[in-house]
């Protein structure tokens, strides 16, 4: 009989809005720049098609309802920025799915901040090298609870262009602001898109994009994050 070399570390999961429910994060998927605005910022254009990377599951940091979780600064950088996103978190999946099947897999919406080693990524991106390292770290995934799908007012049509006000600040100072109707990609055909690379699955974290504003966080410095009708989300970096 197989047992493990040593016991193996527990899954992670995020806790669902109202309930005593854990979800169970298998993966995390990133869309860039799926707002034309930050697009622009970034230097692309305004409608191609949405690119991904990913975050271990283990990037993860929940954020209960109201109370400041305190973070590390991140080794191995000197301009560490946020990105602020709404996240889909998936209860079914599949492979080259449309956008209405799509949208069908989500379960619930997060708020969700894709913390960035700045100066990494713009290093590897000059070099031609992959950018694992400037997206993947440890506890670059900050979370909110998962609010379930029936309980925000967010997909608006078949495909899932959404309504709401995305925001963040720091230190009481708004950095990004902007609405999720901007989103170039629709939450269901950002999933459709997606299930064209992976075979999609229950558990999965679809991080959908960041308006623009992206920018530096310091030590010390207080970051709040929300999205109109999904929830909020408070940390610090020590």
């Known amino acids: 009989m197989s047992s493990f ?23 995390i998927l990133c869309v860039g720049r799926n707002y034309a605005a930050h697009a622009r910022e970034m230097g ?3 409608r ?31 301009d560490l920025h946020h990105e602020v996103e709404l996240v889909a978190a998936l209860s079914s999946g599949g492979s080259n799915l449309t956008p ?14 894709d913390l960035t080693r700045r100066d990494l990524q713009n290093g590897f991106k000059a ?16 979370i909110s609870p998962i609010r379930r799908k029936a309980n925000c007012p967010l997909a608006q049509d078949a495909i899932g262009q959404a309504e709401g006000k995305i925001w963040l600040t720091i230190d009481g100072q708004t950095r990004q602001d902007g609405q999720l109707v901007d989103m170039i990609w629709s939450i269901g055909e950002t999933i459709a898109q997606a299930s064209r690379l992976w075979t999609l699955a229950a ?6 994009g960041t308006p623009e504003g992206v920018g530096p966080i310091e030590r010390d ?3 709040k994050a929300g999205i109109e009708g999904v929830g909020e989300l408070l940390f610090k970096l020590l």
Do not use: M, N
């Open 5 to 27: 070399t040593f016991p193996p570390p527990a899954r992670p999961a995020v806790p669902v809005e109202g309930t005593s429910a854990l979800f169970p994060v298998r993966r």
């Open 44 to 46: 692309a254009d305004e």
């Open 48 to 78: 191609d098609l949405p690119f991904f990377f990913s975050k271990p599951a283990d990037a993860v940091v929940i954020c209960p309802p109201g109370q400041s979780v305190t973070l590390p600064y991140p080794s191995a950088t000197s």
């Open 100 to 113: 209405e099947q799509g949208l069908a897999a989500v379960y619930g919406y997060a708020v969700g901040v």
């Open 127 to 142: 070099k031609g090298h992959p950018w694992d390292a400037a997206k993947g770290f440890d506890l670059s995934a900050p």
């Open 203 to 208: 558990g999965d974290l679809i991080f959908t």
């Open 221 to 223: 410095e207080i970051v």
